[in-house]
């Protein structure tokens, strides 16, 4: 299935989602759970495929996610869980967690900024990049996503939905090295 296909069938679940969190005044907590929940399972190799794999009986897909989530999230987002396991969606749960986060942000007016360094940032670096974003965007919540990257050697890339902001080391050679090849 094509990124777009997928983005297509799990845009329904995802605005289902954030209908009823609203409705239950308890977005916080779903999203909490979600971020969770991707977390999980993207360190769980074995717990991802067994979610996507078609062949694993619906009833053992659930006890699964009752044994593993069961107590650490709430109720309402545990038989989300389960209604997906019913329709043979759960396969999709990542993409309708993000899907879910962006309208999150977007209902919020939260700016996501994702932030590449070589190096891990401190607090005080995350806290002085998080007020530029905002005198950059004029935002006034930003969401700072952090990624570490070794090949940069130094500096960071930001990315703010499509604007690419590059002061990394890597990035000023590679335009070092462009400038050269073109003169």
Do not use: H, W
């Amino acid at each position: 299935m094509s990124q777009s296909s997928l983005y297509k069938v799990a845009n329904p679940y995802a605005e289902a989602l954030l209908e009823l969190s609203q409705l239950n005044n308890i977005i916080e907590q779903t999203s909490k759970d979600l971020s969770f929940i991707s977390q999980v399972i993207s360190e769980s190799f074995e717990l991802k495929s067994c979610l996507s794999n078609p062949l694993i009986d619906i009833n053992l897909k659930k006890r699964i996610l009752d044994q593993v989530f069961s107590g650490q999230l709430n109720e309402f987002v545990l038989n989300f869980l389960f209604v997906l396991v019913d329709r043979r969606r759960i396969s999709l749960l990542q993409v309708i967690i993000d899907k879910y986060l962006n309208l999150v942000y977007e209902a919020e007016e939260i700016i996501v900024a994702e932030v590449f360094t070589a190096t891990i940032l401190t607090e005080l670096q995350q806290n002085n990049l998080i007020q530029k974003i905002k005198l950059m965007t004029k935002g006034k919540k930003i969401k700072l996503m952090t990624n570490i990257d070794s090949s940069l050697i130094g500096g960071f890339i930001i990315k703010i939905g499509s604007k690419v902001i590059d002061t990394s080391l890597s990035g000023k050679l590679k335009q070092i090295a462009f400038y050269l090849e073109t003169n």
